[in-house]
């Protein structure tokens, strides 16, 4: 069968499960995808929240049952969603039924349900978000309480170095911002606030240690021996945070509100963050 045939079959079979869905033969639901790091499990978790509200959301939960992995297939993503946000209301969609919403009833129109949501395909407007999230009550251990305080006291600038699967310039996402643009915004803040401290969050913390710390002239503080929702939790304590490719550094600022957000000119990726964030630098 030609691909030209499986689209015109996905096309009619999408059509009858509406029509019956209008005849009230069938209860349309929102199925959403649910997969990656923590940054992505709560962008989609929103995505499922905000939209069409009336409907409640139940989430495809593929990614774990196949692996979890990065795109490389290299690190772990485990879900950490509800570990921080335990309180959350949180529906796993049937295996099937998410079988057959992902094949049939994924667009990038937002036609009311039945709908199957994918964050990567369809646009979000992040305004809201931070009503959906409260920081303050994340769940972090007991023995990272003292560095969340340390954070909150201080003159502490978060500086998000994303490696891992994106520190290839072949990827079609994001590519990797070069270190000048990281030093540059480093300076830019001790301009701005002489006693600042900066605090390095990587998931190549190693890279860090060994390339980058040796190019910059500020004293930098490596965020070591933390989970990924963990480092979240932490950057979003930040007074001011440095974004690089990948999501954490914006998605921490939104997650605290009030941080000042230090942004790369050029990445395509801003302007939704700009939209919702009151407090942003592009360089």
Known sequence: ?????????????????RFLCGLGLIRPSKVVLMDGG????????????????????????????????DCLGNQN??????????QL??????????????RYLQTTSMVPPPIYLNNYRCECD?????????????????????????LLESHSCGLHIRRGDLANNDNPYYGVFSED?????????????????FYAFSDDIEWVKTVFAKKCDCSLSLMEGNTGSEDLILLANCKCIIASQGTAGRLAALLNGESMLIMKEGDPH??????????CIVL
């Not at 069968?1 to 499960?17: P, Q, S, T, W």
């Not at 009336?54 to 990614?63: G, R, S, V």
């Open 126 to 150: 992040l305004v809201g978000l931070h009503d959906y999230f409260d920081i303050k009550t994340a769940v972090l251990p007991e023995n990272k309480q003292h560095v969340r305080e340390q």
């Open 89 to 102: 209301p949180f529906v796993k969609c049937n295996r099937r039924k998410a079988a057959f919403y992902r």
């Open 38 to 69: 923590v940054c992505s499990q709560i962008l989609q978790y929103y995505l499922g929240a905000s939209l069409f509200p009336t409907y409640k959301a139940e989430y495809d939960m593929e990614f774990w049952e196949n692996g979890g992995r």
């Open 77 to 86: 993503r485990p879900f950490e969603l509800l570990t921080i946000f335990p």
């Open 181 to 197: 643009y990281l030093v540059d915004a480093m300076n830019y803040v001790k301009g701005i606030d002489p006693e600042v401290r």
């Open 1 to 17: 069968m030609n691909l030209m045939m499986k689209c015109f079959i996905k096309r009619i079979v999408a059509f009858i499960f």
């Open 270 to 279: 801003n302007l939704s963050y700009l939209k919702a964030h009151k407090n």
